[in-house]
């Protein structure tokens, strides 16, 4: 009984089970064809607004190409009356150059005649003439060739003349005009550049706070000042002037430099020779920068560049030197400006003319440790540094010692004389000139023997002429040593002097 109650429940479970199976499986089916049809709808859907937009971009395509043709047409049509008008101005010219061509041929038609109508004449001219001068032989008596050469000596004789008038014309003219340029370039090229100028002198003041200073710059037995004055190379002058220290020196460099020191010094107030050493070590260098820096603010505003470093140290040098009371520095930056003035006035190179002038005196910043007067110094440190030649020779004749060879020496010379001569630029006397000639020329007279003594190129030479009398040329040889000795031992100056002894033999006799 319970075994078909089983099997019973089991059969009833299997036709639920399958009932269930159908109801879920036709809910599926549905659920499918409904999600088909949505799909379909979809798609449709999409395939209809893909026609749509594939349909407006071909519209808006087909009006574009629609406004590129009408583009087109149009410029074609543009180029079209172009090319129509181009093709009447053608004919135009064509019309044009056709009526030139006709006139031109009865140009040519006309002037061929005349050329036949003067051929004609010409040989006439020519009958009437040989007539004429068959006539003319006969009635002077004189053949053709002496009538030919009689004319042409006459001819030569009123050339000549007339040849050297014209020649001394303008002679004259040429002389009145080079005169008249040259006063115009000078005047034009010293009006365009007037620098101011410093005057410098061999000693320099230095202010201190109390006279109580001066025994701590004197030192204990003067130990302060004597290492003071062998560290810097001065003389320090401590007198009774109130509130004033005085260092002297005829080197400006080292006396800047002592100046500078001492007044770092009194300012550190730490006196004693091993600090002042260090100072003045310190010190030294700080002027070696500075005059540097001198050097190259003077290049620059003289407008010369690409110089050696070495020469650029020896310009700043020259502001701490002084000509007759001018300051050297700003004289050679004078002079290169006249300079080049003057060689752009004459359409020469204006910058090598700054150059030469700038450099002009550079000697004068090493004549005191080389042999020789600064024009040679400076040539010397010139050709060492890789100057040209004509820098170089500027420097060598600009006081004529030497034969020129170029124009820029001569501008040198020039623009040197006038900075010289300006008024105000060297303040020394015509007083003071003639004496120190004077005191010169004092110097050679003052041997045995010796007639006349003359001091000339500003003093740097003195030219001595000698009795032949009373001495030969080997005591000639020995007075000129003699003398320059003498002048060594006598006299202060810069640089150097040239002595020149000239003795000179006449033989005169008597034709009787």
């Known amino acids: 009984m319970e075994a078909v109650v089983g099997i019973l429940g089991l059969v009833i479970g299997l036709a639920a089970g399958y009932s269930i199976e159908r109801v879920m499986r036709g809910a599926a089916y549905q659920r499918r064809d409904e999600i088909l049809k949505q799909a379909e709808r979809e798609a449709e859907t999409l395939r209809k607004a893909q026609e749509l937009a594939a ?29 129509d008008r181009r093709e ?20 040519q038609k006309k002037l061929t005649e005349r050329t036949e109508a003067l051929d004609v004449r010409e040989r006439e001219v020519e009958k009437i003439l040989k007539q004429q001068q068959e006539e003319l032989y006969r009635i002077s008596g004189l053949t053709k060739e002496s009538s030919t050469e009689l004319l042409l ?26 005169d008249k340029m040259a006063r115009e370039i000078i005047g034009m090229a010293v009006q365009r550049y007037a620098a101011s100028h410093t005057s410098e002198t061999t000693v320099s003041s230095v202010d201190i706070p109390s006279d109580e200073m001066k025994g701590r710059i004197i030192g204990r037995e003067g ?60 010190t030294q260098k700080e002027m070696e920068e500075h005059i540097r820096h001198l050097g190259q603010e003077a290049a620059q505003e003289a407008g010369v560049l690409g110089l050696h470093e070495k020469l650029i140290d020896l310009m700043g ?31 020469l ?31 010397e440190l010139l050709k060492r540094y890789g100057e040209g030649p004509e820098v170089v020779h500027a420097a060598q004749g600009h006081h004529d010692d030497i034969r020129v060879d170029y124009i820029y020496t001569v501008l040198v010379a020039s623009a040197d004389a006038i900075s010289a001569a300006r008024p105000g630029a060297r303040r020394e006397t015509l007083e003071k000139y003639v004496r120190r000639l004077e005191e010169l020329e004092a110097v050679a007279c003052g041997f045995p023997g010796v007639e006349q003594a003359y001091a000339v190129q500003a003093g740097r030479e003195i030219r001595v ?27 202060t100056y810069p640089g150097e002097i040239k002595v020149t002894v000239l003795r000179e033999t006449r033989t005169v006799e008597y034709a009787k």
Not at 56 to 67: D, G, H, N, T, V
Not at 88 to 104: F, N
Not at 328 to 344: D, M, P, Q
């Open 55 to 83: 349909k407006e971009e071909l519209i808006s395509r087909r009006e574009e190409l629609e406004k590129e043709n009408t583009r087109i047409r149009d410029e074609l049509r543009e180029q079209e009356r172009r090319l």
């Open 88 to 107: 009447t101005l053608l004919d135009d010219q064509q019309q044009d150059i056709t009526k030139k061509e006709r006139m031109l041929e009865l140009t």
């Open 153 to 178: 000596s006459r001819l030569s004789n009123e050339l000549k003349n007339e040849t050297g008038g014209i020649i001394l014309k303008h002679e004259a003219q040429l002389k009145q005009t080079c």
């Open 223 to 282: 130990r302060n000042i004597r290492a003071f004055e062998k560290f810097t190379g001065v003389d320090v002058i401590v007198d009774d002037t109130p509130g004033v220290v005085i260092v002297s020196a005829f080197d400006n460099v080292r006396r800047e430099i002592a100046k500078l020191a001492l007044r770092k010094l009194i300012q550190d107030g730490r006196i004693h020779p091993s600090r002042i050493e260090e100072i003045v070590a310190e």
């Open 317 to 347: 040098r020259l502001n701490f030197r002084v000509s007759y009371s001018q300051n050297v520095l700003r004289h050679s930056i004078e002079v290169a400006y006249l300079t080049g003035l003057l060689a752009e006035q004459l359409g």
């Open 349 to 379: 190179d204006g910058a090598l003319a700054r150059r030469c002038g700038f450099l002009h005196d550079i000697g004068k910043a090493a004549d005191h440790e080389m042999e020789g007067g600064h024009p040679a110094v400076g040539a």
């Open 465 to 491: 002429i000698v009795d032949a009398t009373q001495v030969n040329d080997r005591e000639a040889a020995k007075m000129c040593r003699d003398i320059a000795s003498a002048i060594e031992e006598t006299l």
